[in-house]
């Protein structure tokens, strides 16, 4: 088995030579879209298989690899976010791993194992730990029982309690070469791998999510308006994206403003390329201080995306602060 990514060759290598020997807690820490979730469940397969190749690799073939890829390895547990009904009766995805949830994985690990192996625990996204489940978890972290191993798995360190990173052996995937990136695209059909890339921050998996979705239609219709401030209609536009979703309102909007930041700051844009000329007369109307406010709103903003007021509303409240950027 190889890495599930051509780009994570070398932290694969890295990790199976300490098969042996794993870390009993181990960060991967890094980027989103970069793999980091599949490179630890690679590796949680690799630690439970019972007939490892001769790299150290899973097989894929024997009962526990079964089990793994079915979901049910008696041994394996997953603690991630999950889904909740709201009083309202509408399922929404948690934004914190509960303690509930980190209990029952620390209860998990005082168990006997079912084989003779080892007991993985993937918490992805660790950074959600709230800080009741990251106290029930520390204590496991601390001293984890015999054959126990941790994997936790992180887009933003920073904000795992401290003593938790203290207790991890951290490996870090940084963003890939782009010509790497763009091959692996390439392999996976989809056109202009290097613009996506771009737009993606040099992120292949969420360039590829983009290739293949509608997202791309609906970021250059809010794009081409964001574009024109001078004639841009909140009411109309606020109307006419509300179905634009909240994750790729956010996503577009954020980087549209990071962009407007750059171009003023560092004259160059990052991810937009294709609006290149257009931010760059618009950075040059734009005043800084009203900018950066409005990209602190929109950078809270992605951390209430699972409650959206709204929409309309909302998305009219931001055009009209939008458009004082260049008044
Ligand atoms: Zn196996």
Same mark, same amino acid.
């Given at each position: 088995?190889?890495?599930? %990514?051509?780009?994570?060759?070398? @932290?694969?290598? /890295?990790?199976?030579? #300490?098969?042996?020997?794993?870390?009993?807690?181990? $960060?991967?820490?890094?980027?989103?879209?970069?793999?980091?979730?599949?490179?630890?469940?690679?590796?949680?397969?690799?630690?439970?298989?019972?007939?490892?190749?001769?790299?150290?690799?899973?097989?894929?073939?024997?009962?526990?690899? =079964?089990?793994?890829?079915?979901? +049910? =390895?008696?041994?394996?547990?997953?603690? @991630?976010?999950?889904?909740?009904? +709201? *009083?309202?009766?509408?399922?929404?995805?948690?934004?914190?791993?509960?303690?509930?949830?980190?209990?029952?994985?620390?209860?998990?690990?005082?168990? &006997?194992? %079912?084989?003779?192996?080892?007991?993985?625990?993937?918490?992805?996204?660790?950074?959600?730990?709230?800080?009741? @489940?990251?106290?029930? $978890?520390?204590?496991?972290?601390?001293?984890?029982?015999?054959?126990?191993?941790?994997?936790?798995? &992180?887009?933003?360190?920073?904000?795992?309690?401290?003593?938790?990173?203290?207790?991890?052996?951290?490996?870090?995937?940084?963003?890939?070469?782009?010509?790497?990136?763009?091959?692996?695209?390439?392999?996976?059909?989809?056109?202009?791998?290097?613009?996506?890339?771009?737009? &993606?921050?040099?992120?292949?998996?969420?360039?590829?999510?983009?290739?293949?979705?509608?997202?791309?239609?609906?970021?250059?219709?809010?794009?081409?308006?964001?574009? /024109?401030?001078?004639?841009?209609?909140?009411? +109309? $536009?606020?109307? /006419?994206?509300?179905?634009?979703?909240?994750?790729?309102? =956010?996503?577009?909007? %954020? *980087?549209?403003?990071?962009?407007?930041?750059?171009?003023?700051?560092?004259?160059?844009? /990052?991810?937009?390329?294709?609006?290149?000329?257009?931010?760059?007369?618009?950075?040059?109307?734009?005043?800084?201080?009203? $900018?950066?406010?409005?990209?602190?709103?929109?950078?809270?903003?992605?951390? #209430?995306?699972? =409650?959206?007021?709204?929409? +309309?509303?909302?998305?009219?409240?931001?055009?009209?602060? %939008?458009?004082?950027?260049?008044?």
């Amino acid at each position: 088995m190889s890495a599930p %990514y051509p780009w994570l060759d070398a @932290s694969w290598q /890295r990790l199976l030579a #300490t098969r042996a020997r794993p870390a009993q807690a181990l $960060l991967l820490a890094g980027p989103r879209g970069v793999g980091k979730g599949a490179l630890a469940r690679a590796w949680a397969q690799v630690l439970l298989c019972e007939a490892p190749l001769a790299d150290g690799a899973a097989c894929g073939q024997c009962p526990a690899c =079964h089990w793994f890829n079915a979901g +049910t =390895h008696p041994d394996f547990r997953l603690v @991630s976010l999950q889904e909740k009904t +709201t *009083k309202e009766g509408e399922t929404r995805m948690a934004t914190a791993i509960e303690v509930d949830q980190a209990r029952e994985a620390v209860d998990f690990v005082q168990l &006997s194992t %079912y084989r003779a192996g080892y007991r993985v625990v993937l918490v992805d996204p660790a950074d959600t730990l709230n800080l009741a @489940s990251a106290n029930a $978890l520390l204590k496991v972290l601390e001293e984890p029982p015999l054959n126990t191993v941790f994997v936790l798995v &992180s887009d933003q360190p920073r904000r795992l309690l401290p003593t938790i990173r203290s207790r991890c052996t951290r490996l870090d995937i940084g963003l890939p070469p782009v010509d790497v990136a763009a091959q692996w695209l390439a392999g996976q059909g989809v056109d202009d791998a290097v613009n996506l890339l771009a737009l &993606s921050g040099g992120t292949p998996l969420d360039a590829q999510r983009w290739a293949d979705s509608t997202e791309l239609d609906e970021r250059r219709s809010v794009l081409e308006g964001l574009a /024109r401030p001078d004639r841009l209609d909140p009411v +109309t $536009l606020g109307e /006419r994206w509300k179905t634009v979703s909240p994750q790729t309102w =956010h996503n577009v909007a %954020y *980087k549209w403003l990071g962009d407007l930041l750059a171009v003023k700051l560092q004259g160059k844009v /990052r991810f937009n390329r294709d609006f290149s000329e257009a931010l760059a007369q618009l950075g040059k109307k734009a005043d800084l201080a009203k $900018l950066l406010a409005l990209a602190k709103t929109q950078a809270n903003e992605g951390r #209430t995306l699972a =409650h959206p007021l709204n929409r +309309t509303l909302q998305v009219q409240a931001w055009l009209i602060q %939008y458009r004082h950027v260049f008044d």
